[in-house]
């Protein structure tokens, strides 16, 4: 079974930035095309970056240009580095799988953007 542990979030004023990380108990993350997820209060979950095996990224319209998705495979970890933080970021933020079943949620990592 694999465990997914979020960690980096925080505080930030707006305009600061943050980088999130992934961490994966299991080999089968580096088979796995993956992806971050934010859920703000009242919202549903929504993805806002994903990235292959390979390493190619995508992002939704929210994350172009601030944001970018990376991953380690040999540390089963993926990272998300955060710029340029709006309020409107604020979120809880968690890693899965994208186009597969999922793995069990993590607890997620808490982002708050605010002056």
């Known amino acids: 079974q694999v465990q997914l542990v979020e960690s980096g979030g925080g505080l930030v004023q707006p305009g600061g930035s943050l980088r999130l990380s992934c961490a994966a108990s299991?080999?089968?993350?580096?088979?796995?095309?993956m992806g971050w997820y934010r859920q703000a209060p009242g919202k549903q979950r929504e993805l806002v970056a994903r990235?292959?095996?390979?390493?190619?990224?995508n992002y939704a319209d929210s994350a172009k240009g601030r944001f970018t998705i990376s991953r380690d495979n040999a540390k089963n970890t993926m990272y998300l580095r955060m710029n340029t933080l709006q309020p409107e970021d604020t979120a809880v933020y968690y890693c899965?799988?994208?186009?597969?079943?999922?793995?069990?949620w993590g607890q997620g990592t808490q982002v708050t953007v605010s002056s």
């Open positions: 990235i292959t095996t390979g390493g190619s990224p």
């Open positions: 899965n799988r994208v186009f597969s079943t999922m793995f069990p």
């Open positions: 299991g080999s089968i993350f580096r088979f796995s095309d």
